[in-house]
């Protein structure tokens, strides 16, 4: 007994004793540290960027491979430029939500006597590439444009199911005469298709040649697959094996670029961005059971909302079982609709006219300040600050409704607004 | 801001100039940053006359998460650097240090120096060398640091190790016992292009070195740096600037761009006050950036870093007789872009603020095992909720 006192009293006055001690506090602290001082993830329902639920491992992988390619920024090396208005997808549409003003695109265009609009593609139409290479002068807006517009960039969530409606179900939604006498009209836009486009059987629908475009503030794009290949081309100068050259830039003259050669990024890569984009979850609803929340949603049915923001759709088929026939709640009809002189900017694209424009999905209304620094821009072009003063720019097609919510009382308002901000 | 950096310049050949007392060497006076190249034990322990091969390496474990995402456990030898020295003559000295990084996978000639020393107060220096801009740059090796992560300010606004090739001269004035000041002054070829239109997708400074600059300019022009400190016995204070244009403005003699420069100007500071060792530095940068892409690539960045750092035990531990325990905190900002956006007139975020705290145990005095805890938020141009990330990180670091 002796012998272990000794011992113990030798030891525990010894520097190893207060070494080991000391280590094991230590050590003991950080694998506490690592389970306990770590940040925790933000809610599921406040985020956007997330795949489609459902997804297989290798689609995961795949959506994953995407998400570096979306997130990927372009330097002058990569082919930036030489004019742009952006350096990554991402930076535009950050956290996959809605852009900011910083980072608006400008087109414009010309509208001709006949009642034609002229791009003005000898001017480097339709869009403005106001930035550009050091040494390289960026794009200006002719004097010969009669028209533009700014637009905003807008969220990417839930693109996959936008993208799988089938053209049948957009027709069914029009009634660009008015049959139904609600005020509403809505039509599609039709759009000549790129070279690189593929029709579906039994999904695409032509019409002498042409195709429904559904992305865009214009639904000036017919597939997913176009609207990010033109956005690589116009917003970040990077040329594609489906656009393989680079911009006309007017003020340098033809047959200039970067230093870097063309095609910049592969098919396979801008696939992989659009299978990205096509797995995105759908925005997150939040307290969707909230009582005002729900008499919210009966005043936004009550006064027509939902006539062009109609709350429901449903995929065709798809080889993504996430998305094959799937019911959801975008709040639109992929429809052009005219709404009226206030916003209307003189420019179009496809077969809308100029004060037409696409119904914008309403989903993530909620979540936009989370990409929007804390604020909010609504609308094509930001200029509404939030979602009353947004509405109050609704006229044409929508004056009606605008009209009902501006005589509504303050607690049916609020009731409303309520429900928007919880899509 | 020129005038700043002119006010810093003309300090700096002012303090050279009024220094003229020539004085012996005392230990009483803190060694300059400047010389911290020098002060290593493989050199510290050779002959006079004689050639030695020495070096550092370091190695740690990482575990970070960032908003609630974690990539787990990794581990990462991230330096092992060799030095070469060889003292020629009584007054040549030839430095060179080759640096691996995380194993082959980043090979680079940080120094290859040769200094001609007249007189302590005019050393002749020519080759590839550290920049005189700041503290943390002259004075990098990581057995000498006691967090395990390099400060933000000093290799993003600062783009430490910053080498460039070049010549120029610096020296020490002892004024007294207690006081010395000393100056550098070089010329380089400077950094290159990458400071824009990057794959960092900002104003990024380190992105203009490139390895290129050690054989030619991009532009023929040379960049201009300097340092001027005091130091007393336990403490040091320095000024320094680097200024350059740093774009191909010209191509097979014709100008195709505007002459386009980067400004760095820095304040450093190391003192030990009682038990406490307080160091840190703040820099400052001006980047003539084209108007069209000012929003994305900032015009002006500024960071800073400081440390505090406090023996917790000294003394004889397990086998070592000079064993110390510290304890170290770090807190550290950068701004990347100090502009407004002109659409909307808000500040432009994209900054970052880092809080770390951590351990050290040096068994001696040139070997330390580091553990520490960060927590990072960084906030990007918009102004969107801070990312929020955060790990723990064990490492060592060696002289040998």
Known sequence: MKIFTNLFNEFRLSNKFLFIISLSLLISFLIISCEEFMPSAPSSDEVLNEPIEGLTPAQLAAHLQGDGEFGKIFSKADGLGPIFVNTSCENCHIADGKGHPFIQLQRFGKMNPDGTFDPLLEYGGRQLQQRSLSGYPPEVIPVEATGKTTLMPPSVTGLGLLAAVPDATILSLTDPDDINGDGISGAQNYISPPDYFEPVPGFHIENNGKYIGRFGRKAGAITLLQQVTQAYLNDIGITTDFLPDDLFNPVVGPGTGDEVTDPELSASIVKSVEFYIRTLKQPPRRNENDADILAGKLIFDQINCSGCHIPTLVTGTSEIEALNQKEFYPYTDLLLHDMGSELDDYYTEGTATTSEWRTTPLWGLGLASNSQGERTFFLHDGRAESIEVAISFHGGEASQSRNEFNNLSESDRAKLLKFLESL | ?400
């Open chain 2, 1 to 400: 801001m020129k005038i700043f950096f002119t006010v810093i310049m003309i300090v700096t050949i002012s303090f050279s100039m009024l220094a003229q007392d020539e004085k012996q060497d005392s230990m009483e006076v803190k060694i300059p940053s400047q010389d911290a190249v020098y002060e290593r034990p493989f050199i510290l322990s050779i002959n006079k006359l004689s050639t030695a091969v020495g070096g550092y390496f370091e190695g740690n474990s990482n575990y970070f998460s960032e908003d609630g995402v974690s990539e787990g456990l990794s581990f990462e030898l991230r330096r092992f650097n060799i030095f070469f020295y060889s003292s020629i003559g009584p007054a040549i000295r030839f430095l060179s240090e080759l640096e691996f990084e995380h194993g082959t996978e980043e090979i680079s000639l940080e120094t290859a120096q040769l200094d001609f020393q007249f007189f302590p107060e005019f050393v002749l220096r020519g080759g590839i060398f550290l920049v005189p801009i700041g503290m943390f740059n002259q004075n990098h090796d990581s057995p000498k640091w006691d967090i395990i992560d390099r400060p933000f300010v000093s290799t993003q606004i600062i783009p430490s190790t910053f080498s460039e090739v070049g010549f120029g001269a610096n020296g020490r004035f002892l004024l007294s016992n207690t006081l010395s000041i000393t100056y550098a002054g070089y010329i380089t070829n400077g950094l290159g292009e990458g400071i824009i239109l990057n794959s960092e997708g900002r104003t990024f400074i380190p992105d203009g070195k490139s390895e290129e600059a050690f054989a030619e300019d991009n532009n023929g022009l040379p960049s201009y740096s300097g340092r001027t400190a005091v130091q007393l016995t336990d403490a040091e204070f320095g000024l320094s600037f680097y200024h350059g244009v740093y774009n191909s403005y010209r191509v097979e003699g014709v100008e195709v761009d505007d002459k386009r420069s980067v400004s760095i100007a820095a304040f450093d500071y190391s003192a030990k006050i009682f038990e406490l060792t307080l160091q840190g530095e703040a820099a400052y940068s001006i980047i003539d950036v084209p108007e069209n892409i000012s929003e994305i690539y900032g015009e002006k960045q500024w960071g800073a870093f400081v440390d505090l750092i406090y023996p917790l035990y000294k003394g004889n531990l397990f086998l070592f007789n000079d064993a110390v325990i510290n304890t170290v905190v770090r807190f550290e900002y950068v701004d990347f872009n100090t502009s407004t956006f002109k659409v909307t007139g808000q500040k432009i975020r994209d900054e970052i603020t880092a809080l770390v705290f951590g351990f050290s145990f040096r068994p001696v005095s040139n070997t330390v095992i580091k553990a520490n805890y960060r927590r990072h938020w960084t906030v990007d141009a918009i102004g969107n909720p801070a990312i929020n990330t955060a790990g723990i990180q064990i490492g060592f670091a060696s002289y040998f």
